[in-house]
């Protein structure tokens, strides 16, 4: 079992920034391919960002492409999401999760075994 915690968010203005952390505990946490979804009222959980095992690769959707940063500390067991440049667009629900490293840059939810229990990022115009 991993057990992941998210925090760091908040409400923010147009064009601001922000950190979401995820700390995780539990198994081996460098064994983890890990990533980060949104879900806004009303929409489907859409994909963020995604980092591998050792951080040396990242993967990110096209809509934060240039703004969020994604990047881990193993030493930390934590997991971060710096987002530069926020619009309105990325008010959402923002969740961490955890997949087998084979699945490593995976933008897929289903191959994430574990889930947090999200943290809430508001953009106000």
């Known amino acids: 079992q991993v057990q992941l915690v998210e925090s760091g968010g908040g409400l923010v203005q147009a064009g601001g920034s922000l950190r979401l952390s995820c700390a995780a505990s539990?198994?081996?946490?460098?064994?983890?391919?890990m990533g980060w979804f949104r879900q806004a009222p009303g929409k489907e959980r859409e994909f963020v960002a995604a980092?591998?095992?050792?951080?040396?690769?990242?993967y990110y959707a096209d809509s934060v492409k240039g703004r969020f940063t994604v990047s881990r500390d193993n030493a930390k067991n934590t997991m971060y999401l710096q987002m530069n440049g926020l619009k309105p667009e990325d008010t959402a629900v923002y969740s961490c999760?955890?997949?087998?490293?084979?699945?490593?840059?995976?933008?897929?939810?289903?191959?994430?075994?574990?889930w947090g229990q999200g943290t809430q990022l508001t953009v106000s115009s």
């Open positions: 539990g198994r081996t946490f460098s064994n983890y391919a």
């Open positions: 980092i591998s095992l050792k951080g040396s690769r990242t």
């Open positions: 999760a955890a997949a087998p490293g084979y699945y490593s840059g995976s933008s897929d939810a289903r191959r994430y075994e574990y």
